[in-house]
C-alpha cells in the first residue's frame, strides 16, 4: 500500500511505502505519475520505505521496475530541466541493510539531474528534502 501526500507550500512529496506486493510493483509508477502531475509538486521527494523490506525484491523485479520508471523518469528529468530547477529525492531506511539496498537505487539516481540521499530518520529527510538544493548536495 502506498499513501501518497504533497505539501501545499513546499510542495514536498512524500511517499509512506506500508507494503510492496511484488505482483504490484506499477503502482509505484502509478504514484509518480500522480505526483508529477499534482500543480502543488516542486520536484521534492521522500519515500519512506521504513516498513518494507527491498530484500524481498528479486533482480528481475527491480529491472523490470526500473525499465517501467525510466519513461517516468526521463518526462520528469525533461520538466526539471525547462523548468530550470534540480530535483531533490530520498529514501527513508529502516535498518542497516535497508540503507545498502536504497544506496543502490541513489546511483541510478546520479544519472539524472536530481539529487538523492538516503536517510535512517524521516524528520532529517524532511529537513533535507525541504531546503533548496545547492550544487554540492
Avoid at 503502482?27 to 519512506?48: A, G, K, T
Avoid at 538523492?116 to 545547492?134: D, H, N, T
Wanted: net charge negative; aromatic share 6%; hydrophobic share 45%.
Amino acid at each position: 500500500m502506498l499513501t501518497l501526500s504533497i505539501d501545499e507550500h513546499t510542495g514536498v512529496a512524500e511517499v509512506q511505502v506500508k507494503c510492496i506486493m511484488l505482483d504490484r510493483l506499477n503502482e509505484i509508477v502509478e504514484v509518480m505519475h500522480r505526483c508529477y502531475h499534482h500543480p502543488n509538486y516542486r520536484f521534492r521527494m521522500i519515500w519512506d520505505l521504513r516498513e518494507v523490506s527491498l530484500a524481498r525484491l528479486e533482480s528481475e523485479q527491480i529491472s523490470s521496475l526500473s525499465l517501467e520508471m525510466a519513461g517516468s523518469v526521463q518526462r520528469l528529468r525533461e520538466r526539471m530541466v525547462s523548468a530550470g530547477v534540480t530535483g531533490r529525492s530520498c529514501i527513508v531506511a529502516s535498518d542497516m541493510l535497508e540503507l545498502g539496498l536504497s544506496r543502490m537505487v541513489q546511483a541510478y539516481f546520479a544519472s539524472m539531474d536530481m539529487q538523492f540521499r538516503v536517510f535512517m530518520g524521516l524528520e532529517e529527510a524532511r529537513a533535507w528534502v525541504g531546503r533548496e538544493p545547492q550544487p554540492d548536495g
